[in-house]
């Protein structure tokens, strides 16, 4: 099974970036497609970005496109999510999530497509 732990998140003032990173142990890194997903107090965890096993495909909310970058690096076994120009309404608990094998698109943006999740790293933007 594979172990993902979160890291980078903390406070940051509106306009400003994080880099979040997810790294991975377990059974070949490559394999796996991996999505960033987010949770703020009295919402749902929602799909933040996705990327798929190859790197070539990526994926963004509506709400985070031209802000936010996914990306992996497969020699280090992570993933990454670059934040900028973040807004109060990115303040969230960010959870990386691995899937093993391919999956539609469409697919990429459902919790239950993923089987293996970090604790999530608390990212806060202040005005």
């Known amino acids: 099974q594979v172990q993902l732990v979160e890291s980078g998140g903390g406070l940051v003032q509106a306009g400003g970036s994080l880099r979040l990173s997810c790294a991975a142990s377990?059974?070949?890194?490559?394999?796996?497609?991996m999505a960033w997903f987010r949770q703020a107090p009295g919402k749902e965890r929602e799909f933040v970005a996705g990327?798929?096993?190859?790197?070539?495909?990526?994926y963004y909310t509506d709400s985070v496109k031209g802000r936010f970058t996914i990306s992996r690096d497969n020699a280090k076994n992570t993933v990454y999510l670059q934040m900028n120009s973040l807004e109060q309404e990115d303040t969230a608990v960010y959870y990386c999530?691995?899937?093993?094998?391919?999956?539609?698109?469409?697919?990429?943006?459902?919790?239950?497509?993923?089987?293996?999740w970090g604790q999530g790293t608390q990212v806060t933007v202040s005005s």
């Open positions: 990327i798929s096993w190859s790197g070539s495909s990526t």
């Open positions: 377990g059974r070949t890194f490559s394999d796996y497609t």
């Open positions: 999530a691995a899937r093993i094998s391919r999956i539609a698109p469409i697919y990429i943006r459902t919790a239950g497509s993923f089987g293996s």
